[in-house]
């Protein structure tokens, strides 16, 4: 695969593995952020664009995972409760897909960066907006930026998470919604820069290779989830994520 993708190592390979393996861990307990380590770690070292074709195939996989954990039947009705989300964020992703080969590598930092930074620092403050009831026009809303920044970055998580929490979604509920809402947005983003040339038949050996720890990661972290205080892991996420947003804050500034 060196011959393939010559920008990684083997040392850069086993950080790439260690990278989702930990991204796969955390969603396994939070039920988000994978996208959000990947991208964030995966580009300190590799080229953005080669860092959100490895997340493609590991998001997919474990979002099917967490979407399907209480069936089928169970995930239709998520399906059903967002369908207005996940239609307008499917058309806004496919949209902003092709955003990705044009745009400036500073842009697409930012474009990940100001919203997990702006997301996390919410949450770590305590402050989160409380919806009395579903609001059509605000949910398509949310799914449009959503849909957008997952076009363009492959993270979609934070503004799909502050809705959710925001709605005071259950949080078995959350967890299935977030798997299925993510999970649709995965398959689309696959579909999305296969044909926007991100995901080709070089890039995609890195997507294989991530697949596994991911997966593993997951396992491992659903495992935890049952055995510690999910109040205090979450807040610890938040402090990575920022840490995480901050750093490509500062990659897009100084270049």
Same mark, same amino acid.
């Given at each position: 695969?060196?011959?393939?993708?010559?920008?990684?190592?083997?040392?850069?390979?086993?950080? !790439? $593995?260690? $990278?989702?393996?930990?991204?796969?861990?955390?969603?396994?307990?939070?039920?988000?952020?994978?996208?959000?380590?990947?991208?964030?770690?995966?580009?300190? &070292?590799?080229?953005?664009?080669?860092?959100?074709?490895?997340?493609?195939?590991?998001?997919?996989?474990?979002?099917?995972?967490?979407?399907?954990?209480?069936?089928?039947?169970?995930?239709?009705?998520?399906?059903?409760?967002?369908?207005? &989300?996940?239609?307008?964020?499917?058309?806004?992703?496919?949209?902003?897909?092709?955003? =990705?080969?044009?745009?400036? +590598?500073? =842009?697409?930092?930012?474009?990940?960066?100001?919203?997990? %930074?702006?997301?996390?620092?919410?949450?770590? @403050?305590?402050? +989160?907006?409380?919806? !009395?009831?579903?609001?059509?026009?605000?949910?398509?809303?949310?799914?449009? &930026?959503?849909? &957008?920044?997952?076009? %363009?970055?492959?993270?979609?998580?934070?503004?799909? %998470?502050?809705?959710?929490?925001?709605?005071?979604?259950?949080?078995?509920?959350?967890?299935?919604?977030?798997?299925?809402?993510?999970?649709?947005?995965?398959? !689309?983003?696959?579909?999305?820069? $296969?044909?926007?040339? $991100?995901?080709?038949?070089?890039?995609?050996?890195? @997507?294989?290779?991530?697949?596994?720890?991911?997966?593993?990661?997951?396992?491992?972290?659903?495992?935890?989830?049952?055995?510690?205080?999910?109040?205090?892991?979450?807040?610890?996420?938040? %402090?990575?994520?920022?840490?995480?947003?901050?750093?490509?804050?500062?990659?897009?500034?100084?270049?």
């Amino acid at each position: 695969m060196n011959a393939l993708l010559p920008e990684l190592t083997p040392g850069l390979w086993l950080a !790439a $593995i260690g $990278i989702a393996f930990v991204a796969g861990i955390v969603k396994g307990m939070v039920g988000f952020a994978m996208p959000m380590i990947l991208v964030s770690g995966l580009s300190s &070292f590799l080229p953005p664009q080669l860092a959100l074709a490895g997340l493609i195939l590991p998001t997919v996989v474990t979002n099917g995972m967490q979407a399907l954990r209480q069936g089928p039947k169970a995930a239709v009705q998520s399906v059903k409760r967002f369908r207005r &989300f996940l239609l307008v964020g499917l058309v806004f992703l496919l949209a902003s897909s092709m955003l =990705v080969s044009v745009l400036p +590598t500073r =842009v697409f930092l930012l474009a990940i960066g100001v919203p997990v %930074v702006g997301f996390v620092i919410l949450q770590l @403050s305590g402050w +989160t907006p409380k919806l !009395a009831a579903e609001n059509p026009r605000l949910e398509m809303g949310i799914g449009a &930026f959503a849909g &957008f920044i997952g076009g %363009v970055s492959g993270v979609w998580g934070p503004p799909t %998470v502050a809705y959710l929490t925001a709605l005071g979604t259950e949080k078995r509920e959350q967890m299935r919604v977030q798997g299925v809402i993510y999970g649709l947005g995965a398959v !689309a983003l696959f579909v999305a820069h $296969i044909g926007s040339g $991100i995901l080709n038949t070089r890039t995609v050996w890195l @997507s294989l290779a991530l697949l596994p720890p991911a997966v593993i990661g997951m396992w491992l972290g659903g495992m935890v989830q049952d055995r510690i205080d999910q109040k205090a892991f979450r807040k610890a996420t938040l %402090v990575v994520l920022l840490v995480a947003g901050l750093n490509l804050l500062r990659r897009a500034m100084m270049g």
